[in-house]
């Protein structure tokens, strides 16, 4: 018989799970509660919250709601505050500590630059909610760099400071950091500031991944940290799959050779979301 195990450390972390329980809270008082954009990038838990009532709205209708309005683990800029401000809303904010902290030290290192032409930069995703949110604390005038082929976009000869965005893969950072040491020709200054909460669980998806035949990788398609934490099991086990939901699972993936199953996932997976899967999973095996 074939095993079929769920990872203990996958799921969500303690930033995610706390905007989450603070929405499932404030919905069970029965209050009007808004969202700018999805809480987590994971459809299945979005759509929990949205059958208990949350409403998910952009950032252009903020003027045109009556409610609480509450502020995700990503975070958001300086705009977004003054608009809630402005529109007399009641805010939730649940932006994760971690994300708040690196907002401050964004703002910080953004006024020194601005002392010397230095220029700050942002390895992360253009668009991404959290770096929108990172990026509006130096008056939208970071440069981000998506990947090493964005570092053209940096001139050489004045002050850098580099951050990245909680996400972003360490690997590529350290490539990134060793391209600009290597032109640059005034002072460079780096952090790492990716969360300690998905790159600690990279060595540990490994671990659990080379445990098993297959791998069944649950998360969103639209998360980063999917991405991370999936290349991390697919390093380990060629033989990892990723699925959204249990209706993607291919009984073609369980062979006879297969002995166990470990089905794992992203720091904005839900727990019951791979419980549902490891079952569906145990009615094919
Ligand atoms: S991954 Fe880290 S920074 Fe992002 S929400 Fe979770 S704890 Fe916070």
């Known amino acids: ?30 209050a009007p509660l808004y969202c700018v954009g999805d809480i987590v990038h994971n459809e299945a838990e979005s759509e929990r919250l949205r059958n208990l009532g949350m409403k998910v709205i952009s950032h252009d209708q903020l003027s045109d709601i009556n409610g609480t309005i509450l502020f995700r683990a990503h975070g958001e800029p300086p705009l977004t505050y003054s608009k809630v401000i402005e529109a007399g809303l009641k805010l939730e904010d649940q932006t994760c500590p971690v994300v708040l902290k690196l907002q401050q030290r964004i703002k910080q290192a953004y006024q020194q630059m601005l002392k010397v032409n230095g220029q700050l930069l942002i390895f992360g995703k253009i668009g991404h909610a959290e770096v929108n949110g990172l990026v509006g604390q130096t008056d939208d005038q970071a440069i981000v760099i998506e990947s090493i082929n964005d570092l053209s976009k940096i001139d050489f000869s004045r002050p850098i400071e580099l951050f990245a965005q909680t996400t972003k893969n360490p690997d590529e950072l350290k490539l990134i950091i060793k391209e600009i040491e290597l032109h640059s020709k005034a002072s460079f200054g780096w952090h790492n500031t990716t969360c300690k909460q998905v790159t600690g669980r990279v060595p540990r998806i490994k671990e659990f991944a080379h445990l098993h035949s297959v791998i069944v990788f649950v998360g969103g398609i639209k998360s980063s940290n ?22 993607e699972i291919n009984k073609e993936w369980f062979n006879d050779a297969v002995r166990s199953v470990g089905v794992c996932g992203a720091t904005s997976t839900p727990m019951w979301l791979m419980v549902d899967v490891a079952e569906a999973i145990q009615k094919l095996v």
Do not use: R, W
Not at 3 to 18: L, T
């Open 1 to 30: 018989m074939i095993k079929v195990e769920i990872d203990k450390y996958s799921g969500f972390c303690f930033g995610v799970k706390k905007a989450i329980n603070a929405a499932t809270d404030l919905l069970q008082n029965g």
């Open 226 to 247: 999917a991405k991370v934490l999936f290349h991390a099991c697919k390093e380990s086990n060629v033989q990892s799959h990723f699925v959204s939901s249990p209706d």
